[in-house]
């Protein structure tokens, strides 16, 4: 039955309406979604592809389109060139943003460290992360312990522009603190401050 509702799902069939006790709960769109939404024409695969890549864009800032992605957002992207990295592309209505940051860049520098979550957009695509901040990062939930490098939930830990290590932090609910199961942070940097805005965030001591 799951693997039925999975394929359902894919197709626009039924939608997910709720969790309940971490289980999703299904129904029918026509009882979830507007009628007027219902009634919105299907858009053409041209149009799919180019909403798909444009959201991409969106959520990350700064990517690598593959060569059928380029062409269908060609007039909404600016190539950007960095040094010992593949060619990157933003919108170009992110060119102003990326030139504020540039402009700010002596500010970002001396800010406290921050905490990534392993889905941020600065870490989502592994082959820039590697060539942006020379950081070879990989979200080893799914990694069989044995071959974890820096733990189940290792956090990137950022510097203004650097990438100066990992947290990997453990929520002991049962004794309302956050432990820590391994650190490596680069000499000079203190994470403390933000692993304790984390754990007031969870409520935990």
């Not at 919105?40 to 389109?65: G, H, I, N, S, Y």
């Not at 990157?88 to 406290?112: F, H, K, M, T």
């Not at 820039?128 to 939930?153: C, F, M």
């Amino acid at each position: 039955m799951k693997n039925l509702l999975e394929v359902l799902l894919v197709h626009g069939r039924v939608l997910i309406t709720a969790r309940r006790n971490f289980r999703r709960v299904y129904d029918l769109p026509e009882r979830v979604l507007p009628a007027a939404m219902l009634a919105t024409p299907m858009p053409t695969p041209d149009e799919t592809a180019r909403w798909l890549v444009l959201l991409k864009l969106r959520q990350r800032r700064l990517v690598t389109l593959k060569r059928t992605e380029l062409p269908v957002v060609g007039d909404h992207v600016q190539a950007v060139r960095v040094e010992g990295c593949p060619l990157l592309y933003c919108l170009r209505s992110d060119l102003p943003l990326l030139s504020e940051v540039e402009n700010l860049r002596s500010e970002i520098e001396i800010q406290a460290p921050l905490l990534l979550a392993p889905l941020d957009p600065l870490i989502y695509d592994r082959r820039v992360t590697s060539a942006l901040w020379n950081y070879d990062y990989t979200w080893e939930v799914y990694t069989p312990p044995a071959k974890r490098q820096r733990g189940y939930y290792a956090l990137p830990v950022l510097a203004g522009t650097e990438i100066v290590g990992h947290v990997d932090p453990k929520a002991d609910r049962d004794n309302r603190k956050l432990r820590i199961v391994s650190r490596s942070i680069r000499r000079g940097h203190q994470v403390a401050p933000a692993v304790s805005t984390l754990a007031r965030f969870l409520g935990l001591k």
